[in-house]
């Protein structure tokens, strides 16, 4: 018995389902032992090495064990230590570097995760509003809590929906979830025509990764934006994403539209637990807690200083060296390889992405909308990647996931990635 499997077993006996992570429900991979994470690898218990293109979901675009982001954390942890009370240097300069680095963030609060900072986001906006409906979009996924962890809410059976009844959410709280198709303007307008006086709040990722890669039409963030300011809604943009990877200003950089508040994770530390909310002043001030203050904030872990170090060493060198250069040529690279390679063989594939995100459809025609992603052959793009994992390649086998590029990995590994790819299509 290989040592992987007597660890797996044990999982399976300590832990629910065997795993912490979210592939809970993906035969084979829950049996995964990881014990070696570095640069563009991992290394399972059994001594099996893969390129790794799944990247935790997103957030280690230097690279697994950046050699900075450790001694970073390693100098935090000899030095300083979390004491609950005031502030320590590091996060000073985190929130400064983010109001900085980000447009429309003034203030900034730090959480430990992305669903957090999202969670307090829509808490926030109700508060200032007085209002109780959020409205969020199709394929969009915000975190664990409320109804915003549902990808599609009106139809549980469809890829990437959840069932609500089994996620325990509040029927009230279903009730107050408005959502809409993503990159359509036109129900955006009509929501707001019907419910704008009690919408409280507009949740987006600016561009949804988390069913596929989508990218957004300008002319939708722009009437996002119009209708939450003409109905004095707060706009909420999730860079859970998007923010550090595509930009380090995130999309609304890239977009010029302005949100009121923002939500950042994944990328801020490369890895570690960090996550953030900021935005306007006035909306943030809300949460100083000040007695009977409408939104009272609180985490024992925020701004713990060895994760607040490992987000200031991230950002300093994605600052300060030609990461997002590299990423974004590897990425067309990989696009542009994946796409000749599907070609060659006759296979019907569409492989989209923006900078470091990449992602194969199997089908064709346009990728606008969540609905047009039901067209994706789910149980090729399955096999396919379950093909590419027998090749040492790690592109997650779970139907519309993305994959990423970092800074780690080579022109070598992106030929390995296009090898495996041509072997992984042509068996299928
Ligand atoms: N927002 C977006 C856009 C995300 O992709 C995620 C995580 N996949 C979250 C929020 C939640 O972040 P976390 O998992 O850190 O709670």
Redesign the pocket.
Known sequence: VLPGSQLAERARRAIPGGVNSGQRSIPGLTDLVITHAEGARFRDADGREYVDYHAA?GPPLLGHNDPDVSAAVAEAGRTVDLCGVGVTRGEVELAETLVELVPSVEKVLLTS???EA?FHALRVARAATGRRLVVKFQGC????HDAVSLNVISAPDRVGGRDPISTGILPEVLEATLVLPFNDAGAVRAAFAEHGHDIAAVIV?PVP??VGCLLPEQEFLSALREECTRAGSVLVF?E??TGFRHDLGGWQAISGITPDLT?M??AIANGYPV?ALGGRADLMELFSSRPGGPAFFAGTYNGHPAVVAAALATLRKLRTEPVHEHVFRLGDRIRAGLADVFAGLGVPALVTGYGSVFVEYFMTGPARTYDDLLRNDASMFIGYRRRLLEHGVFELPLNLKRSHVSYAHTDADADRLLEAAEAAARAR
Do not use: P, Q
């Open positions: 979901f995760t992305g669903s999202t996924y915000h975190g664990w990722e990764h988390n999730d859970v994403i939500t994770g994944k996550g």
